[in-house]
């Protein structure tokens, strides 16, 4: 038993271990039970099964394929074809609202609005803003093409062709969206660089001499 131990041992101190890791592994493969190494250690030869184990990730790449055929077999002939439709412009942002009736899903250039909108409790709270001062937040699917700008901006577009496609909905709705902004194109914008300045308005520092 002692000859046997020394020899591991020096078996083991023999051993040179390499640094170099695959890239991207797609099987790990280990045996079932430990009594294999064991058995080789005892001489006894033993052949075990050996267990493998692989794993899948879905890609987002096939989501966002899977998500804009949802939404063109929800909206036959394209954005232009709906009767529901707004428009919104903030800053350099469009963007183009489709309201269909649904469960409140939100679909911003065939991704989930969380996912585009980077999960901002902010930016999302901009284009939910409409729906829940009407109490339609769980009534109607939302279709977005938005385009230009930030992400900033194109929530802010967002919210108001949102509020311009409820519009569409009933008239009636005018009246509370009119109380709560929402029908208000916000016009502001950066203001242009001036000529001999460093910004809109900052100036260079003055030195009297």
Request: with cysteine; aromatic share 6%.
């Amino acid at each position: 038993m002692t000859a046997s131990i020394l020899s591991l041992t020096s078996s083991l101190s023999s051993l040179s271990f390499s640094s170099n890791v695959a890239q991207k592994p797609t099987t790990v493969s280990f045996p079932r039970s430990r009594s294999a190494s064991v058995a080789n250690i005892c001489g006894t030869p033993s052949r075990m099964p050996w267990l493998v184990v692989s794993a899948t990730v879905a890609s987002p790449e096939v989501e966002t394929v899977n998500l804009k055929k949802h939404v063109k077999s929800r909206l036959p002939g394209g954005f232009a074809a709906q009767t529901i439709i707004g428009t919104g412009r903030r800053k350099c942002a469009i963007a183009r609202v489709v309201l269909q009736e649904g469960t409140g899903k939100v679909v911003i250039n065939y991704r989930d609005a969380k996912e585009y909108l980077q999960g901002n409790p902010l930016w999302l709270q901009y284009v939910k803003v409409p729906l829940v001062t009407l109490g339609y937040e769980s009534n109607y699917d939302v279709f977005v093409k938005a385009h230009g700008g930030g992400l900033s901006g194109q929530a802010q577009a967002i919210s108001l062709g949102i509020a311009r496609a409820l519009l569409k909905v009933s008239e009636d709705h005018r009246r509370p969206l009119r109380k709560e902004g929402l029908l208000t194109r916000d016009s502001r914008v950066v203001e242009r660089k001036k000529p001999g300045l460093k910004k809109a308005r900052k100036a260079p520092q003055f030195s009297k001499r």
